[in-house]
């Protein structure tokens, strides 16, 4: 079988190790407090760790669906590929329900397989040989699209920014490096002084517990503020830039992210302040033409009335929990992918940065 071991990258945080068959998670419900990694070893124990937020963040989760589609194809026993195509194609769908909003889940899963659909006649181990080098690659790619993104961001940045950043999409967020804090990365690395103002993002407090996790760990200074305050130090002209990734991407540019980031783009278009949105090209969805059909999963009440095992509301209150919103194209100053950054009208650029990556 293949080894894959941690690339010291982004200070050495990435959320995933694979090594001899087994995946191993950074629990990112833990940190910053704790760093406990969990090891899986079937598609079941993936599609759990997707869905219950041990492992989040849009290209990461398609890094754990890859390498869960991995463990459902070795796992099946069928030696005809009529068989084994069907049980691959049904254990595939337990991985896509876990999380609907993030595109790269669902192109995780198809380049998987696509994979085993465009070589019918191969022998069913050379499938499981071939897909576990595909969840490597996908993992490894990751980093390499990343490192790009930033180059391409970086000279958005002036020497002195101070950025906004909402949730985390870092090094935790993907195969390492990161994409909205990739660009601070490389903005760094260019010799830019840089610094982060991080909103810590209710409920899950990503931006709190991870982002400046990882930007303390970076030695890049960052600065803790409460969600409802970035229309405050906007005003006082504290912020110069906000960059935020994006969990899907539609033809025309609305972008759907974290819960909040809508809140964020209204309050910097108001005070002239751009906003930019990084993300790999896998997150597009040229299949919708508007963010108004981006599916929005909505959680559980839980996550809003308590913080660990801390009530927070009164018990029976009635809870929305939506976790993502769609920001629309007109607040987005520009999209940075690893190809390129677009800007103005994105659906004719959108649409030739990802025939790019073809």
């Not at 191969?122 to 930033?150: C, F, S, T, W």
């Not at 409802?228 to 540019?253: C, F, P, T, W």
């Not at 980031?261 to 993300?279: D, M, N, Q, R």
């Not at 509301?313 to 677009?342: C, K, M, Q, S």
Request: aromatic share 6%; charged share 20%; with cysteine.
């Amino acid at each position: 079988m293949a080894t894959c071991n941690v690339i010291p990258d982004a200070g050495g945080i990435r959320p995933y190790r694979y090594r001899d068959g087994v995946l191993q998670l950074l629990d990112q419900r833990l940190l910053p407090t704790e760093e406990t990694w969990l090891e899986y070893r079937d598609y079941q124990g993936v599609a759990e760790a997707i869905r219950t937020m041990v492992v989040r963040g849009a290209p990461a989760i398609g890094i754990a669906a890859a390498f869960g589609a991995w463990f459902a194809a070795r796992d099946i026993p069928a030696e005809t590929f009529d068989g084994f195509w069907t049980e691959f194609e049904r254990r595939c769908a337990v991985l896509a329900a876990t999380r609907p909003t993030a595109i790269n889940l669902c192109w995780a899963l198809e380049r998987m397989k696509s994979l085993v659909r465009a070589n019918p006649l191969q022998p069913v181990m050379n499938h499981k040989i071939a897909l576990e080098y595909e969840a490597l690659a996908i993992a490894e790619e990751d980093l390499r699209i990343n490192r790009a993104m930033g180059r391409h961001g970086e000279a958005l940045l002036g020497d002195g920014a101070r950025v906004l950043t909402h949730c985390n999409a870092g090094a935790l967020a993907t195969g390492g490096y990161g994409t909205a804090l990739g660009v601070i990365r490389a903005a760094v690395a260019a010799g830019k002084t840089i610094s982060v103002y991080a909103d810590e993002t209710r409920p899950w407090l990503q931006g709190a517990r991870l982002t400046a996790w990882e930007l303390q760990r970076d030695g890049i200074p960052v600065t803790l503020i409460c969600d409802n305050m970035a229309g405050y130090l906007m005003s006082k002209g504290e912020i110069d830039a906000v960059i935020v990734g994006a969990d899907r991407i539609a033809a025309n540019g609305d972008t759907a992210n974290k819960i909040g980031t809508y809140s964020v783009a209204v309050l910097a278009k108001e005070h002239g302040i751009p906003f930019f949105v990084a993300a790999p090209i896998s997150t597009i969805d040229l299949s919708l033409a508007d963010g108004s059909l981006i599916p929005i999963e909505e959680r559980g009440d839980r996550e809003v009335t308590h913080c660990g095992d801390r009530q927070l509301a009164p018990e029976g209150v009635a809870v929305r929990n939506p976790a993502f919103d769609v920001t629309p194209a007109r607040l987005i100053t520009a999209i940075i992918t690893e190809h390129g950054v677009a800007g103005g009208d994105y659906l004719p650029r959108l649409r030739e940065l990802v025939a790019k990556g073809r």
